[in-house]
């Protein structure tokens, strides 16, 4: 009877250890699918709680063998096949397989791009630089990054679309000219 | 789905994905670097520190001078250098930190003295009350959620607070700002306008005791506010940016501002170009010929500040003649005439000017929109040539009739270049008499084309932004000169 006992704890510990392993590389890929997501379409609001629905459906599944790689493309799934099921019209669940296509499509050279990013991002004036870190890295409303610059919000708008439009440019060209 | 469609929704998605991969290229320098670096400034040897001691206390004695006698006769300032704002405190503000997610107040120092508080981070004011050494305060964004007649108090309480920027909320009653009065070395406020601006606003600022520039940031004026702005007792500094509804008959109303010294007109008035281009209108009337006529009615006007305003040759021609300092930046619509039409301020000892290759700050302009480029410098060079300048700015490069001009000046003792190229410290280089000059993002520049600088005899500092040169080499390509760089 101790003995079974015993192997019961024993289990339960087992069970218990391998889920919070699970919850840590749950949330090892919460940032991605969070930004999986947002590309995808899925409303701000509505992130959160995608996200969540997705880490339920792989506690309950048995995806434990996945290396890394695997089960980020597993949560992927799950949480495109949430959001389509989300969306009603031919139409919006397009726009979410299209919107998959330019994921994988990006990520394939990721690191490539990030450092031609970064380079293109050096390249420009500090002002130019330090107004794109107030919106992206400090997340600023473009009011308040207005307010720092002194310019209206719609200047900042129209500022911001100027500058990630040259910011591509420079990185295709750098990309192209690495392939 | 149609194909073009497919091409909109695809389009928005590689939007979406460049905000990804923008933020994962900025999250790691913002991670690296959450704040602007610290000034480093290298001296100069024992002998000439004691100088320099001696010159900063005289300069202190100089500002208390000027913050005791605010509103001095335009006779007795006509010796020396126009007035700086000047500052209860003497000792340089130390760089800014930022306040941006809730979880920063934890981790900023209590003894900060420059802060900038996005108000997304914070619920209420309360928690500033705690910083108690804060000098400068930028509060950043919408305002804090219902602002009630004592959400101000904490503000109040910051007894070393010189400069504050605040959001005039749209719930923010007149009797809100009351609290403000608390702050008495409060000398600088800006108000980034979410609402109207009422006289009754202004007659809640009069209780400010130290306030003497005010800038209003968006927002509508009309003309009784811009009248019940005299009642400050000692504004002598006003800046009007982006502000709507400011007609002619609005500005107008400046000319009862008596005390006024420095104006500033930033985004106003429509301008052919800025439209013609793209960027966002600008509202207001910006310098007309009646607005210029209005200023000759100020006594003590000697700075007048003019950045992306509309401007007309014969407003400039209409200007009060005893301007001492000028500042015309950013107005491609400026004709070669405009600038000399300002030949009759013969008073003028400080310019900024541009050549207008840059819209704004952040972008080219397209060359076929510039207005005769060559006969702008032209007339440029010849307004500097009839002026006994003494301080002298640049924004982008040089033309070379102007690399001429200056070089012609031995009254000239500060430059200040920004987006300058190779070319341009050549021609500093010439300037016989300079003694300050101020460095700021160059173009293709290497630290070694500064050697040029050594030609330069007179110079004493040496101020560099926005470089990543190291300010030991800069100490050793020029000794005796003091060095400062900031990298923001």
Known sequence: MFAAMAAATHSSADRNRRRDDLGQRLTSHATMLRRYLYVL???????????????????????????????????????????????????????????????????????????????????????????????????????????????????????????????????????RGNS | MSQSTDEVARASAQERMFDVQLLDALTSIAAAD????????????????????????????????????????????????????????????????????????????????????????????????????????MILGDGIPEPTANSLVPLGKLAKLEELELPLQDEMLPDHLRALAKAKQVHSLRLHCKRVMTQADVQTLKAMPALRTLTVFGGELDAATVRSLSELPHLDELNLQSVAACTEQVLTQLRMLHRLRRLGLSSMGEQLLVTQLGETPTPGA?????????????PLLQELKLVSCKVTTAALAALPSGLRRICIVRCPDTYPADVLALRHCRNLTEVSFDNHDVTRWLHAMPQ?????????????AELIRNLALTHFDYASTMPNAVRLAIASKPSLTHVKLLWFERDDLDALANVKNLKHLTLDEGRAVELQNLQVLTRCESLETLTVRHHDWQPAELQRMLPGVTVRTFQH
């Open chain 1, 41 to 175: 379409g899925a409303d701000a609001d509505r992130l959160d709680d995608l996200i969540q629905e997705v880490f339920v459906v792989a506690l309950q599944k048995t995806v434990e063998r996945h290396d890394h790689e695997a089960f980020g493309a597993f949560l992927r799934g799950c949480a495109k096949n949430m959001l389509l099921r989300a969306r009603r019209s031919t139409g919006s669940r397009r726009e979410v397989e299209l919107a998959d296509e330019v994921w994988q499509h990006t990520t394939e050279r990721y690191d490539e791009r990030i450092d031609a990013l970064q380079t293109c991002l050096d390249a420009l004036p500090p002002r130019s630089r330090k107004l794109l870190e107030s919106t992206y890295a400090y997340g600023l409303t473009r009011l308040a990054t207005g307010q720092l610059f002194g310019m209206r919000a719609n200047g900042i708008k129209t500022t911001l679309r100027r500058l990630r439009d040259g910011l591509r440019r420079c990185v295709e060209r750098r990309l």
């Open chain 2, 34 to 137: 959450p704040l602007p670096k610290q000034a480093t400034t290298y001296r100069r040897s024992p002998p000439a520190r004691l100088l320099a001691a001696a010159i900063g206390l005289l300069g202190l004695a100089v500002t208390v001078l000027i913050a005791w006698q605010p509103s001095r006769p335009l006779s007795q300032a006509q010796n020396g250098s126009l007035a700086q704002n000047p500052t209860p405190s003497s000792a340089a503000m130390p760089a800014q930190r930022w306040i941006i997610k809730p979880q920063d107040l934890a981790t900023t120092p209590v003894n900060s003295e420059n802060l900038a508080v996005y108000t997304n981070a914070i619920d209420d004011y309360k928690p500033l009350a705690g910083f108690a050494q804060l000098r400068r305060l």
């Open chain 2, 368 to 380: 076929d929109f510039l207005r005769e480029p060559a006969q702008l410098g032209d007339a440029q």
């Open chain 2, 286 to 298: 910006g310098l007309t010929p009646a607005v210029a006529m209005a200023l000759r009615d100020l």
